[in-house]
DNA sequence: ACTATTCATATGGTTTTAGTAGGAATTGAA
DNA sequence: TTCAATTCCTACTAAAACCATATGAATAGT
């Protein structure tokens, strides 16, 4: 199915909570409670995020996140990407290799071209945008 | 993640393959043996596109599937939704009421963005574009 | 020392995916 | 009438993905 996972969502919900208290330390208990998601879930996901340089973390008590740019510079592609790797809707659109027949392949085409036009579309939004409730419907 | 099924790929081989046989009935064995798709994973695939409408069957000896439609008027979408049901990339986009917070959940629009436009994308793509190899790659 | 926090890793239940398998029902042809 | 070829129906299963839960170590402030 076309799905998109907790996981990203999860962590796209922290992300906008980090986003509207920039500049504070945020504690993941509290975005565990406020948003209402598993803490130990939550700690699961952090360390993608951290690997992608997405946000930075201080140990210890009094300890926390806090992003590592500025909300409009970062895009929902970089979050969806710091989980699940290049974005790839079938593997032949990827690596060609994995396909054995993606050359004379009818439907290729098909799947390359939607997975570009979500990619596209994630790459335009970012943190802040959804932050400031700015998502438009018409397409882009 | 964002995948496409191995359902619905086959589904649309198996489609494209009865688009270029406009007219003949087709053996699901022919289509197994050309495809390269395991014979007992297609039959499973048959109801769905039956069910939908999309296809018709003659039993017995000498029979087969033919399209129900011309390939002009089948599109992708309806294919995919014959195996898979609504497009809904996230609950909350189909029904409001699975989701607690829709109303003041901010990701909830992109969400709705991005399943609308995938949706869109399925529904301006015909078999026939497939078929025929008239796929563009420029953003519609 | 104590407490609050992040960090690391293991474990487990459920659902989905991607098939395999066996045989019943139908039809055309020999 | 019998046979063979085909669709139809339903059960089963292995592996993977998904969605967590659990335990405890490491770190840092007070
Ligand atoms: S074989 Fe790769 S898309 Fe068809
Ligand atoms: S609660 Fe439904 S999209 Fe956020």
Request: proline fraction near 3%; include cysteine; aromatic fraction near 6%.
């Amino acid at each position: 199915m076309i799905k998109i996972t907790t996981k990203i969502r999860y962590a796209i919900r922290l992300l906008i909570f980090l986003a509207q208290h920039e500049g504070e330390m945020v504690f993941l208990k509290d975005v565990s409670e406020k948003e209402n998601i598993s803490f130990k879930y939550l700690e699961q996901i952090i360390p993608y995020l951290k690997n992608s340089g997405l946000i930075l973390s201080k140990r210890g008590a009094r300890g926390g996140y806090i992003l590592a740019k500025k909300p409009s510079q970062i895009t929902i592609k970089e979050i969806v990407q710091s989980i699940e790797g290049p974005i790839a809707i079938v593997e032949c659109v990827a690596s060609s290799e994995y396909c054995n027949r993606s050359n004379n392949c009818v439907p290729n085409k098909l799947w390359k071209k939607l997975n570009e036009q979500i990619s596209d579309t994630l790459e335009t939004i970012t943190l802040e945008d959804l932050m400031l409730n700015r998502i438009s419907m018409e397409v882009s």
